[in-house]
Each structure stands twice: as structure tokens, then as C-alpha cells.
């Protein structure tokens, strides 16, 4: 396996596979470049080693051509990013491409159009990743945030740099860094899940349950939980047919004697919006047409407890809808809870694109041990799922 820390780049042109996928407001502005800002050690280590980049990455999930996921939007933020001006070619294979990326000179960048106009990307095209490849002379794989996507620039253009591919930083600080949560834990080991996404978050928590001593529940997986419990839930959000997974999950925590900590009151609104009707109630006694956006001071207050007493601390998920002011103390208190645990000693990995934001909104993603830049890719490899991307290197 070669290394980006000895590989000589000088006079190559290196393919750099990054995850780009970033929020976008509705001017198309960047609204959080952490991938962005994660990436430019790779990028510069080639520059600085006199080798050229060729940039490729996915932006959204558009269904063919569409102007509103072309990454020419990122452009001039890329450029303040790197220090150098990113030319950019609007298409990512065919004659532009080529033609570009032949005449690239030693520090320069080219930033090829979303690699997802094409369907053969997500299909894992080999022709589409030969031409790809064609560009190149070598293949640094840095999107750990699609490391789960088996596609034509993550994995399968892998066969066409049998002797030049590796890892940039960022997949090799995600990958260190996860594995230090699961492989040399300190303990307690916490868990705190929480957003909105049950259904695909419920079954990486049976995963988890042989791996935690506390698992937090927070945010709208909370109520799938207390509905499976007997208890009235309102208009909260549920996902009705994972109440039998909740209920195994229940019971999987007795089992393996794993401290599972619920809401016990919760911040409840009669609409979902911030100007909204709202008062605290008891988790399992929420009257019909009202619905749970936070978690309350009595269950703030234990789960900070937990948290701060944690030696190794994985957050996913925001505990009650952040986005809307009325609704964001019980994330701000997890966020603030878990840089006091970080302070005290313990290794914090946040995860997630939703906690991410969060942490970032609250100036504090520097004091805590690891922000990561993988949502699914995060959750699947925790899971213990071979990733794509991770193997196309490693073998
Ligand atoms: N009680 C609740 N009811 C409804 N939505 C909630 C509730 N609590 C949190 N949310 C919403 O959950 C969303 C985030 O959920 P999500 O599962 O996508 O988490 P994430 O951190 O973005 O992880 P990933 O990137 O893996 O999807 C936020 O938009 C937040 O408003
Ligand atoms: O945002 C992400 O999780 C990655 O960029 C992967 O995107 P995808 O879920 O559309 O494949």
C-alpha cells in the first residue's frame, strides 16, 4: 500500500477523490465546509510535493444534468480555501476534461463538473472509471463521507492504479480515529443518538448495544421508544413499524446490561415551528396534537451527568430541533456537556451532518477530540460494515 506521506508527486498528476457534498443555501452558498476545509491538507501535500490535482466528487443527488448541483458553486470558495486558483472543467470526462487536465502544471488544481451527471458514477461504470483514471497518474481516495458508496470514482477506479493508490488524510485521520473509539476504548463508553432518521439509525443502535455502557437516546428516535413502552406520544414523530425494534432493543440493553437513558420530560409544541405553543410535560403522557422538538431540564440534567462522567463519547444526532431557537437547549447542553467531558479527558467523536452543524453553530468543534466528515459512512463502519472506499486500498 503506497503512502501520501512518502510518495513522490513531483511532475504527477494526482485524482483526488473528495467528499464535496456540501450544504448549500438557496444563493448557493456554502453553509458549512467542513469537508471542504478537511480536505486541503491532501490537496496541498500534492502541490507542495510539485505534483498537480485533479479534484472529483459528487454534490447531492441530482438525476442527470442540473445546473442547482454543479459544483462550480464551490469554486471560489475552494480557491480562498486552498490559496490557489482552482481552474474548473464543466464536465468530469470527455474532451474539456481531457484537455484541461493534460495542460494542469506542477501546483495547480482542476476541479472536475459533479461526477453524478453521470448515472454510470452510482452504477459503478468500469468504462467510466477508466476514463476517469485516464486523466490521472495516480488515485488518492480522501471521501471518507462516501466510503460506504461502492461507485466508479470511490472503488472501481481503484483496478486502474494497481501501483498508485492510497488514502489522504482525511480518510486515514476518519479511519485512526473510529477505531480508537472501538478498538481502544476508554470507559464508560456513551453513545448519544438522536435526529430524525429512525428507521436507518435503529438497527446501527442494536449494533451498538454490545459495544456501549451508556446509550443515550435523544431527539425523535425518543418516541419510538416511549410508544413501544406503552406510553402516549402525541403528534411526535414515530416510525410505527420499528416499535418491535425498539422493544428488542429494550431488551437487548437488559441482556448485556447496558444503562440506556431515555427522556423523562420533554419541551412540547402544538406545531412544528419555532413560534409554536410549547410546554414541558412528563415523556410519556403527551396529549394528542401536541408533539416532543426538545428534550427538558430534568432529562438535561441526567444526561449531562452521563456524559460527563463518559471516557469515550459518539454523537449522532441532535436531541430536539435545533435549527429552531425555542427547541435548541437540550443540543447546546449535549454539545456543552460533552467539551466538558473532552476537557476532563474523554475522546469525543461527533458524527452526522445535522450534530456536525451544531457543534459548528456553537463555535465548539474545536474542543472537542474529532468532528467527523461521514454521516452513513461514519455509522457503517462503526457498525462494523466493510466500506468500498476503504477497501479499494487496502485490499
Ligand atoms: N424531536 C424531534 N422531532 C423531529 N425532528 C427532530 C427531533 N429532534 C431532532 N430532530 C431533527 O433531526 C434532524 C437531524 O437528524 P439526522 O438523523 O439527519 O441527524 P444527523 O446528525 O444529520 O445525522 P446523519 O448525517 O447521519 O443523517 C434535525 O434536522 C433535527 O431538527
Ligand atoms: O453526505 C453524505 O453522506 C455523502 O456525501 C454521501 O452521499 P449519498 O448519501 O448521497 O451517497
Known sequence: MQSIDTYNFSGKKAIIRVDFNVPLNEQFEITDDTRIRAAIPTIKKVLDGNGSAILMSHLGRPKGVDAKFSLKHIVAHLTKSIGVEVKFADDCI????????????????????????????????????????GLADLWINDAFGTAHRAHASTAVIAKFFPEAKMFGY????????????????KRPLTAIMGGAKVSSK????????????????????????????????GNSLVEDDKLETAREILQKAKENNVKLHLATDALIADAFSNDANTKVCDVNAIPEGWMGLDVADATIESFKKVI????????????????????????KAIADAIVTATEK????????????????KYGLADKVSYVSTGGGALLEYIEGKELPGVTAIRG
Open 94 to 133: 470527455g474532451e474539456s476534461a481531457k484537455t484541461m487536465a493534460a495542460n494542469l502544471k506542477p501546483g495547480e488544481v482542476l476541479l472536475l463538473e459533479n461526477l453524478r451527471y453521470y448515472k454510470e458514477e452510482e452504477k459503478g461504470d468500469e468504462e467510466f472509471a477508466k476514463k476517469l483514471a
Open 308 to 331: 460527563e462522567e463518559s471516557k469515550t463519547i459518539l454523537w449522532n444526532g441532535p436531541v430536539g430541533v435545533f435549527e429552531m431557537d425555542n427547541f435548541a437547549k437540550g443540543t
Open 202 to 233: 435503529i438497527e446501527i443502535i442494536k449494533t451498538l448495544m454490545s459495544q456501549v455502557d451508556h446509550l443515550i437516546i435523544g431527539g425523535g428516535m425518543t418516541y419510538t421508544f416511549v410508544k413501544a413502552m406503552g406510553g402516549t406520544i
Open 170 to 185: 482525511v480518510m486515514e485521520s476518519e479511519l485512526s480515529s473510529v477505531d480508537k473509539v472501538l478498538k481502544d476504548t
Open 345 to 360: 479527558g474523554a475522546f469525543s467523536l461527533i458524527g452526522g451532518g445535522d450534530s456536525v452543524a451544531a457543534i459548528n
